[in-house]
């Protein structure tokens, strides 16, 4: 099999704008639907479900009803013994792949308990970020890593974080890519990365929520009808408006947090340009990459006709189990 040189290699890495990026992830959804077990699509189903009874309500109720009602829900969990704990338990159980939930239940912390919602936003950022990186490493660490070994990307990826170490792994935390509960699975799968390390980087990460919780709270504020009557044409208007700049700054920080992070690691010393272009690609393309390793290792049917998948070997080997030949099909 002959090599190609840097140059062919460099030249087939195309560079790529946070846009196409985006329209990548979204249109990779149903390719990782149809490969996701019962229990991921039945978690999609529940979403899309419950999208549909949002928008119904819109429509039949009407905006304002919905949104009071939805204030009236936000203020009882509120008062509930123990609504905060429900709430980081939420938020630290969809910090795990490929669940999905952790934005929203981030902005219902702004919701019901207003600026304050930050605290309780922040301490169940941080222990769900602790329970999947050690879930993660522990129950996934061995088919994670047969398949990371034979991956150039990712070994471009560890190289990079092995030479640049905490700034870069705190640079990765801020960025988009990839997002929130895929992040925590990229540094459970890198073994250069300590825990120590990932809970500083996640540490560094918190005051970023006070974003969501912020716009969360503005928009408690306008969902509530008291609160509302209250204000004149001019209040609603600022409202309206702060919730719109709010958006657009976490968009515009994370756009700038992304070119810092490919900027940190072009110039990793010691790392051919080569690899630092495969290193960005490993981000960009993270939610793809990891997620065909771990759907596979939540599947009961991961192994039902199909061949013996490269690494598999390597695989029982680091469990300690001898390795399992592939068995030839019988005629039909």
Not at 184 to 197: D, M
Request: hydrophobic content about 50%.
């Amino acid at each position: 099999m002959e090599e190609s040189t840097p140059e062919q290699a460099a030249a087939t890495v195309q560079r790529r704008s946070v846009p196409s990026i985006a329209k990548e992830y979204f249109v990779g959804l149903t390719k990782r639907y149809k490969k996701a077990p019962p229990f991921v699509k039945l978690l999609v189903w529940i979403f899309i479900a419950v999208n549909c009874v949002v928008v119904t309500l819109l429509v039949v109720v009407g905006p304002a009803k919905m949104a009071q009602t939805l204030y009236n829900w936000s203020q009882a969990l509120r008062q509930l013994r123990f609504g905060w704990l429900l709430l980081m338990t939420i938020i630290a159980v969809t910090s795990f792949p490929p669940l999905i939930g952790w934005s929203t239940s981030i902005s219902v912390c702004g919701f019901a308990y207003g600026l304050q919602g930050w605290y309780l936003a922040a301490a169940g950022a941080l222990l769900g970020a602790a329970m999947s990186f050690v879930v993660l490493r522990i129950l996934f660490r061995n088919r994670i890593r047969s398949w990371s070994q034979k991956n150039r990307k990712w070994v471009a990826l560890e190289s990079v974080i092995r030479a640049r170490g905490l700034p870069l792994i705190i640079l990765i935390r801020l960025s988009p890519f990839p997002p929130w509960v895929y992040n925590n699975l990229l540094f459970a799968s890198i073994e250069t990365v300590s825990f120590l390390q990932f809970m500083i980087a996640t540490l560094v990460y918190t005051p970023k929520l006070m974003i969501a919780v912020w716009i969360g709270s503005r928009v408690a504020m306008l969902s509530d009808g008291s609160q509302r009557d209250k204000m004149d044409t001019k209040a609603k208007i600022v409202n309206g408006l702060s919730i719109a700049i709010g958006i657009a700054i976490m968009l515009g920080t994370g756009w700038l947090v992304w070119k810092l992070t490919e900027q940190e690691i072009k110039r990793t010393p010691g790392v051919s340009a080569e690899d630092d272009e495969l290193a960005t690609e490993a981000l960009e393309t993270a939610v793809d990459d990891l997620e065909a390793p771990l759907i596979r290792s939540l599947s009961p049917e991961r192994y039902r006709d199909e061949p013996l998948e490269p690494g598999r070997e390597l695989d029982d080997a680091i469990a300690g189990q001898p390795p399992k030949p592939s068995q030839p099909q019988a005629p039909a």
